[in-house]
């Protein structure tokens, strides 16, 4: 459960330009811990407004979470069985709000009938989704959209 107040909603194109700015903060700053400073600027890369608008249209849910105040706190996002996007901004990390977003979005694919969920995660997002049931199933070189090649896994968890 979160620690802190935070409320949910389904994101909506007036988000955009906030999400694009989350998202880049969340990469360039959770993922130190696994990446070189141009690893994470090359899976960066390519981030902007466009990417959140379409992905507003092709997502089955786009959800985003706000601290109290209104400030941008996480975003997730699903397609079929792939829990799409998780991110939390690193103001917000390890306040149990990505475990909260991770439970609303596996809720979204059991709804539509799906008994997996799969999920493709940095290595430092690994932690996060084996304490919350899922196992690799694959590591794999990822192409970024800045063309570097960042090591990344496959993983998954099955509903009894």
Known sequence: MPEKTYTFRAAEEADVSDITAMH????????????????LESWAAGLDDAFYKDALLTA???????????????????RGHEVWLLYTDPDHA??????????????????????????????????????HGYRPVDYYGH????????NAVTMEKRIK
């Open 143 to 150: 192409k970024t959209r800045g063309g570097l090649i960042l």
């Open 60 to 78: 089955d849910l786009f959800e985003i979470a706000l601290a109290a105040g209104g400030a941008l706190a996480a975003i997730s996002a699903t």
């Open 94 to 131: 390890g306040q149990g709000i990505g475990g909260a977003l991770l439970t609303r979005a596996e809720a979204d694919i059991t709804t539509r009938g799906h008994h997996i969920f799969t999920v493709r995660a940095s290595l430092n997002a690994e932690p996060f989704y084996a304490d």
């Open 24 to 39: 880049r903060r969340s990469i360039t700053l959770l993922g130190r811990s696994h990446y070189t400073a141009d690893e």
